[in-house]
């Protein structure tokens, strides 16, 4: 989604080693006061145990075991953290003998001829899901000296891959938060996994995709149960760590009451201003605000605060242990991807979206191995009077004119009269569009779009971007041929407003509290209610995950069946697990509270719909 981004120098210093005008996560909870309104960085408590702050308290820790091994994810600093580790063993004078995991790699070009089938042509936006292992990284032969002593007082394995070679000694796990792993990607300070140098960023990001973050969750989540420590390397002079069993704990809890991810963002070619305005802790002199991950699960952490530290793991720890409560009667199907995604697509005083369709079911499964395509919805947040999106063809439209268009546009820097090939239609706040796999579709200016949509997140091609180039001034990527092998053209005409914009209708209600349900298309695997309500609701679960936002209203309280409770202002995503069981959401700000709910339809039409075989 964001592979094209450069970034504006503003008034801020931007670090050399992670290029990117947003601050990093504060290393502790009073570093994080704002005036009411969304946060950007919510936690959650760890609820025993503590968070450790620095190389001094780890090292400590190794000293007393003699022998580990220090393993992690792509876009750790591997060699400031030996050295600052030797930094701290040299303080009490010792001795540490050290096995590097780089040197036990295979020669970079072996290891990019290896990748090269996953990565697509040269300059494609897209490969495919690689079906590799860790160990097919390596050479065969293992190290020499993990715990063979030789006079160290200390033994250390580091590096990627460590825990392959010692899985039955104590592991320290480094994570690192998907942002920040772009923003020292984008500096060049990162590369990826196997690579001896940095590359283009969307080069490199492709890679992480489709190779690298494909290969290293399955390591991850096959090492978990093997896992001592854990630890969250994002800052460059120092790292917060906790030992595995307490954050256990903590996730377990979270299965079964109220939980939400930290969001980032991301300026784009045509991003608008209304989250800058809003969000007070946002940047306010980045060029803009394109998109907001609020819940895309393959991108976003998660962020836990003990005495005010605080530590960030990435969602899929939570997916890996405790998918069952997560997803209820569902986890037998999605097992531990989280399949819903909630984000921002912000164009108030900003420019359209490109023209663009996502891939079938049945394509983006041959052609980019992925399990679930790309269905969206369009749920009108905000918007100015005169917005509109773009959905569906004219009655009329000829698929040969319409590609030649496109084409001659392409070719030809020509503009493309574009609704007379496609129908717009007029936005107005809780408006909700149904854009399944195939459906031609837009944003237009002037909208606050909450994109609810199935988690598959960058398969978007794009035939027409309104003759403009990308923040680096470059041409974004048009996509002709994949689209034209995924265009519905039947979804034209009458239809569109008939079967596309979903119809409202009250389902159930109470004295001062409605249920709204907002019909998904047929194609959707998920559902939408909207909860208004003047004073409280109470919600069940029906064992199937939920995923909210307060659309209207300022700030509600939500209370889960096993005691806990969380508060949460206007636009912020939360999630309750299946495991809540039920929940009463009370309006705590001014005004009637609107909740908008997703959650995965029933299994019947799962089995009848979904190929995740």
């Known amino acids: 989604m964001v592979s094209d981004n450069v970034l504006k120098k503003d008034k801020r210093e931007v670090e050399s080693w992670r290029l990117t005008s947003e601050t990093i996560l504060p290393q502790n909870k009073n570093n994080t006061a704002h005036q009411p309104g969304y946060d950007i960085y919510p936690c959650h408590s760890l609820i025993e145990g503590t968070i450790f702050s620095g190389y001094d308290s780890l090292a400590k820790w190794i000293t007393e075991q003699k022998t580990v091994v220090i393993d992690g994810y792509v876009g750790v600093f591997w060699d400031e953290v030996r050295d600052a580790l030797d930094k701290e063993f040299s303080r009490s004078n010792i001795l540490v003998g050290w096995t590097v995991m780089a040197d036990r790699m295979k020669e970079s070009s072996a290891i990019e001829e290896l990748v090269k089938p996953f990565l697509g042509s040269s300059g494609s936006t897209w490969g495919k899901k690689c079906d590799l292992k860790i160990e097919d990284f390596f050479q065969p032969n293992e190290p020499d000296n993990l715990a063979a002593g030789k006079g160290y007082d200390v033994n250390i394995t580091i590096g990627i891959g460590s825990a392959t070679f010692a899985p039955h000694l104590p592991i320290i796990y480094l994570d690192v938060p998907k942002n920040e792993i772009h923003y020292r990607m984008r500096a060049g300070t990162a590369m990826n996994f196997g690579s001896d140098k940095p590359g283009n960023p969307a080069e490199m990001y492709k890679r992480c995709y489709f190779v690298d973050w494909v290969v290293l969750n399955e390591y991850k989540k096959k090492l978990l149960p093997k896992i001592t420590i854990i630890a969250d390397a994002q800052w460059k002079d120092t790292l917060k760590w906790t030992f595995k069993t307490h954050l256990l704990q903590s996730l377990k809890a979270l299965s079964g009451s109220v939980f939400r991810v930290r969001p980032w963002f991301a300026a784009g070619p045509w991003g608008g201003h209304w989250m800058q305005e809003r969000f007070d802790q946002l940047n306010k002199d980045e060029v803009n605000y394109a998109w907001s991950f609020e819940l895309i699960a393959p991108e976003n952490g998660l962020v836990f605060e003990n005495a005010g530290n605080l530590l960030e793991i990435s969602f899929d720890f939570l997916m890996f242990t405790e998918s069952e409560g997560i997803l209820g009667k569902h986890s037998k199907i999605f097992n531990d991807e989280f399949p819903i995604r909630f984000n921002f697509l912000d164009t108030f005083d900003g420019g359209n979206l490109s023209i663009q369709c996502h891939p079938s079911l049945p394509y983006i499964q041959k052609v980019f191995g992925e399990h679930l395509t790309q269905d969206e919805t369009y749920y009108i947040l905000d918007c100015k009077e005169g917005a509109v999106v773009y959905l569906g063809f004219q009655d009329d439209i000829e698929p040969a004119e319409f590609k030649q268009a496109l084409v001659e546009s392409q070719a030809l820097g020509k503009e493309v009269e574009i609704t007379k090939y496609i129908q717009d239609y007029p936005t107005k706040k809780h408006d909700l569009f149904l854009i399944p796999n195939g459906t031609v579709h837009s944003a237009g200016t002037h909208n606050m779009v909450l994109e609810i949509s199935a988690t598959p997140y960058i398969f978007t091609f794009k035939m027409y971007d309104w003759m403009r180039p990308g ?143």
């Not at 008939?498 to 959707?524: F, N, R």
């Not at 409280?536 to 300022?554: A, F, K, P, Q």
């Open 471 to 613: 923040l680096d001034g470059k041409p974004r990527p048009i996509n002709i041929d994949h689209a034209f092998s995924n265009l519905n053209f039947e979804r034209k005409g009458e239809m569109v407003a008939q079967e596309l914009i979903s119809k409202s209708c009250v389902i159930d209600q109470g004295t001062d509290w409605e249920l709204i349900h907002l019909p998904t298309h047929s194609e959707h695997f998920y559902d939408i209610h909207r909860l208004e309500f003047h004073s409280s609701i109470i919600v069940h679960t029906h064992n199937v995950c939920h995923v909210l936002m307060l659309v209207e209203g300022t700030t509600i309280s939500v209370e889960t069946s096993d005691g806990s409770s969380a508060s949460f202002q206007y636009a912020e995503t939360f999630v309750i697990p299946a495991a809540a069981n039920s929940y009463q959401i009370l309006n705590t700000g001014k005004g009637k509270a609107k909740v908008i709910k997703a959650f995965v339809k029933d299994e019947i039409y799962l089995a009848d719909h979904l190929n995740l075989a």
